[in-house]
């Protein structure tokens, strides 16, 4: 820790102000593209060359409110969707991420590239592709349509994020279990659980926000029937309603800035957990 | 239970969904794109689309495009995922919230990031105004282009912002995993810190953040939600042509769309491929 | 005793049973093949129950609220019809639909039941025979129309022929910012001057955006010196003469545009941006009351007002349409009927609620209704209606306009 602080060669200020100038430049930029959002949704008239807003009104959030404007029922759908994904992966990505993690076997770097490639290859393109079986299965249109196709892109990272918990992961634990005359059920409560629950909620998390995240995915399967939060935002951004599409903006916004504040202070020093983030 | 059979157990579900899902989406897609589609009546099998494609007048300005904008978000992303990552490892007053700062954009959908873009840089955005009120333009006109334009400038923006944290954080871990030693070694040897950076740290970051910045370029290469929102409808970025060609009303289009789909999703695969091969000559070199 | 008791029994039950499933088969036949036989009660009790999905644009919170308050309130509590909104962005977006649903053969049950359809969406769905019809005049309401109206009997020069019922009009209007604009041009050529002498104000969008492709379309009418004769089919020659003209024109005209030509808005939306942040100075609007809803909203200034050419400007009908497959088309006649209402249509008059012209032939209702109408309060950027009635002239014929869009594309933009 001494480097730090010992004075380079040099010029010392330019260095302290290079410094300083990167930090205000990282906070500056990140703020910058949010703030906007946050006046426009409660701007009545906001021309150029103003710098605030001429009028405030609530209109924007008062639209958003009243039942008209279906953005309740597609928060809900969101929710209700994002939520099916999570459970439906969990209960997909637990069991394979283990088998990943633990076991070695013939044919595992295919089976790694095959469970990952989804995360590179585009969504679109390969629902493009499935869009046609969805029709002949009846799946389009519906919510468990729209769902299913989400676990395309967030299944893998559900899996990836397990295996990498069960490489770390010690099984004596369960076998003194099991000897101490533990059930299956019991010993996966009471000892699997525990360990793995930091994975679970962090590849929950990964799946809720690319589930809550997607639009082309929902638009094609859900075929403007199931309206998610991010379709009635690209139509209101499309249209010019600055002030309507920013109020949703930021209700969009909310469950990825909990979920951040949530992990920054559970899941600390993932850093590559958190990296992951960066797909959505 | 033997095995085999409890691995199989395990792996089946997760396993059937993806090959269903995935490998069966590009299945179908392949066979659309070579001719076979029942809906229009084709079974045929042919390069058709494909030749169609590569010789429609928008799709090499497509392509030019697409490379420009992911080379170039990747590239400015990159170098300053770097530059903060250095000045980030310091000790400062304010640290724990610039870093909470940092991460912010990671969880922020793509959408938002696009609108709030949108709404700052175009020519009567937020920064116009400023930029007017400090005198620097006298009319909106005088702004810089930045969306809708030719060079999907407000796209690269949107990519910068929401890359720099993700390359960062790895690029920061890596510094400290480092180590101050052999920076202090080349001070010592009486290096300045340009010096230091170019000659000690950056080969140390750069196997490191290699993999990561391959990620986003092909990511960059196949997006569509910002391309779609904020992008020229001429030339269209790749994955964007090929939603309005799936989307035509002239359903002869839809073989050429899904050609186009097969064309970006072969691209990112290979990427991939090269991705894992320097993988794990990295694992190899370091072990 | 008790054998025949049995045997009357089970033979009662057999005709009971076969009479019961007799009666079911009649009421098994698609609605397609019993509607014309039907009375409008008849259709109204089929309705009760039903659920109907509407696809339409719904880039507007003020057509939204309309459609999903008023209009979904009274389908509820009037007729036990449940009514849900689609929006869509593009109107292609449900045309592919039931194009994919017929071609898929799924020919009951489809997804889409009634659409806001124009121009060469219909006469696309027309040709694919992929819309229920004919069916406008089982509507009771249909007797306010005047059906003799050409632009009401033929959408875009395609003869209607009940395949489609009107529920609202629109027409051109040119709009500009009186702060910038005192004295605002009244014919094309005083426009064209207008621009030529104020460089960088002035732009139109990009086709093919439905807004852009009518104002090419006026100046089309004024190369021509007139519409008279462009009425009617496609005639190759008589475009092939005039068309140069207005590529001719129009290219001249870059310079002075916006952006000097090098690029145009992509969409209506993106000019009206342009407007409200003062880049340019005009817009060019469908809906005659549409200024005044967006300085309701704040996103035009208060200064804005709305002209038409004394050559007058181009109107047409806005409809709505249901599709061959629909399992709800008792409740989507309802529906186009409801629309068509003299209270339904007075409520989306009013500047608060849509400001939409009312498609009703005024004149064919009751005296109260004739007076509500006049009264209707108008903000002063809405020009009134026997202005815009005097000065409406038709829509060409979608091939006309298809020739149009291509040749702008060829002549205009790629130059």
């Known amino acids: 820790m001494i480097g730090d602080r010992r004075a380079l060669k040099g010029c010392p200020a330019c260095s302290r102000a290079v410094h300083r100038i990167v930090i205000a430049a990282i906070v500056g930029a990140v703020l910058l593209p949010i703030i906007p959002l946050a006046v426009w949704s409660v701007s009545h008239s906001w021309f150029f060359p103003q710098i605030l807003p001429s009028e405030l009104s609530g209109r924007a959030w008062a639209y958003i409110g009243s039942p008209f404007s279906k953005v309740l029922s597609a928060l809900a759908n969101s929710l209700l969707i994002a939520g099916l994904v999570t459970a439906v992966a969990a209960m997909l990505g637990i069991p394979a991420g283990r088998a990943l993690g633990l076991q070695r076997f013939k044919g595992k770097a295919v089976l790694e590239f095959l469970i990952l490639a989804p995360i590179i290859v585009p969504g679109l393109a390969v629902t493009m592709g499935i869009h046609v079986l969805f029709i002949k299965l009846q799946l389009v249109d519906t919510l468990y349509g729209v769902a299913l196709v989400h676990l395309l892109p967030s299944l893998p990272y559900m899996i990836m994020v397990m295996s990498g918990v069960f490489a770390n992961y010690n099984v004596e634990f369960e076998q003194q279990a099991f000897s101490l005359g533990a059930g299956r059920i019991r010993t996966f409560i009471h000892v699997t659980l525990p360990a793995i629950l930091p994975g679970v909620v962090t590849g929950s998390l990964f799946v809720f926000l690319i589930s809550w995240s997607q639009y082309i995915l929902t638009v094609l399967i859900g075929g403007g029937r199931v309206i998610t939060l991010p379709v009635l935002l690209f139509a209101f951004a499309a249209a010019g309603d600055n002030a309507v599409t920013a109020a949703l903006c930021i209700i969009f916004l909310a469950p990825a800035i909990l979920i951040l504040v949530f992990t920054s202070r559970y899941l600390s020093g993932e850093s590559g957990a958190m990296g992951g983030f960066g797909r959505l | 239970m033997n095995k085999g059979l409890s691995l199989l157990i395990l792996l089946a579900p997760a396993l059937v969904v993806i090959l269903v899902l995935f490998a069966g989406g590009l299945a179908l897609g392949l066979s659309q794109s070579l001719g076979y589609m029942p809906i229009i009546g084709a079974y045929g099998f042919s390069l058709d689309a494909y030749l169609e494609l590569l010789g429609s007048p928008g799709f090499l300005p497509s392509v030019l495009l697409t490379i420009f904008v992911s080379v170039t978000a990747t590239g400015a992303a990159v170098t300053l995922a770097v530059i903060t990552a250095l000045s980030l490892r310091k000790h400062f007053v304010g640290k724990k919230l610039v870093s909470f700062l940092y991460q912010f954009p990671l969880t922020i959908p793509h959408l938002v990031v696009a609108v709030g873009m949108m709404m700052l840089v175009s020519q009567s955005g937020l920064l116009a105004r400023a930029a007017y009120r400090i005198g620097l333009i006298g009319d909106s006109s005088q702004f810089p282009v930045l969306v809708f334009d030719d060079l999907g400038i407000g796209i690269i923006l949107v990519y910068i912002w929401k890359e720099v944290p993700f390359i960062g954080l790895i690029a920061l871990a890596v510094l400290q995993s480092i180590g101050n030693d052999y920076e202090e070694q080349a001070r010592t040897l009486g290096a300045n810190s340009w010096q230091t950076f170019r000659h000690v740290l950056l080969p140390l970051i750069v196997p490191g953040i290699l993999p990561g910045s391959i990620i986003i370029f092909a990511y960059t290469f196949s997006s569509f939600e910002v391309p779609f929102l904020l992008g020229k409808s001429y030339p269209a970025m790749l994955s964007v042509l090929s939603y309005r060609l799936y989307v035509d009303v002239d359903l002869d289009a839809r073989p050429q769309a899904m050609a186009m789909s097969i064309l970006i999703a072969l691209f990112v695969l290979i990427l991939v491929v090269i991705y894992r091969r320097i993988s794990e000559q990295l694992v190899r070199r370091s072990a | ?415």
């Open chain 3, 1 to 415: 005793m008790k054998r025949k008791s049995v045997v009357v029994f089970f033979v009662l039950f057999l005709l009971a049973t076969g009479l019961w499933a007799g009666g079911k088969q009649e009421q098994t036949l698609p609605f397609e093949q019993r509607y014309m036989s039907m009375s409008w009660d008849q259709i109204v009790e089929e309705a009760r129950g039903q659920k109907l999905y509407w696809y339409m644009w719904g880039g507007s919170d003020l057509i939204n609220r309309y459609v999903n308050g008023y209009v979904a309130g009274r389908l509820a509590n009037e007729y036990g019809i449940r009514l849900e909104m689609v929006p869509v962005t593009d109107a292609t977006t449900f045309v592919n639909k039931v194009l994919g649903e017929k071609q898929a053969g799924r020919d009951s049950g489809g997804s889409v039941d009634v659409m806001w359809l124009n121009g060469e969406n219909f006469r696309t769905m027309r040709a694919a025979e992929l819309l229920f019809g004919p069916y406008a005049d089982r509507l009771p309401n249909m007797q306010y129309i005047d059906e003799s109206d050409s632009s009401i009997a033929n959408d875009f020069g395609y003869p209607v022929e009940g395949f489609e019922s009107p529920y609202g009009s629109a027409q051109v209007v040119m709009v500009y910012d009186s702060a910038k604009v005192p004295k605002p041009p009244s014919t094309v050529e005083d426009l064209l001057n207008w621009i030529r002498a104020n460089p960088g104000k002035f732009t139109y969008p990009a086709i093919p955006d439905f807004t852009g492709s009518v104002f090419v379309r006026h100046l089309f009418y004024y190369v021509a010196g007139g519409y008279e004769e462009l009425l009617g089919p496609f005639d190759p020659e008589l475009f092939d003469a005039v068309a140069p003209r207005l590529w001719t024109l129009l290219n001249d005209l870059e310079p002075y545009l916006w952006r000097e030509g090098k690029t145009y808005p992509e969409t209506h939306t993106k000019l009206q941006d342009l407007l409200a942040n003062g880049e340019v100075y005009f817009d060019v609007s469908y809906n005659p009351s549409e200024a005044a809803s967006l300085v309701s909203q704040g996103r035009y200034p208060e200064s804005v007002r709305t002209f038409v050419f004394d050559s007058g400007t181009i109107g047409n009908t806005h409809y709505v349409a249901i599709s061959y497959n629909s399992s709800s088309k008792a409740a989507a006649l309802v529906l186009a009927n409801l629309l068509l209402d003299p209270a339904a249509q007075y409520e989306k008059s009013r500047p608060e609620v849509w400001g939409d012209l009312p498609v009703l032939n005024v004149r064919d209702l009751p005296k109260q209704w004739q007076e509500k109408f006049m009264r209707l309060p108008r903000s002063s950027s809405v020009l009134p209606p026997d202005v815009l009635s005097s000065h409406k002239i038709p829509e060409l014929q979608a091939t006309w306009l298809e020739a149009i869009e291509k040749g702008w594309t060829e002549n205009v933009l790629q130059k």
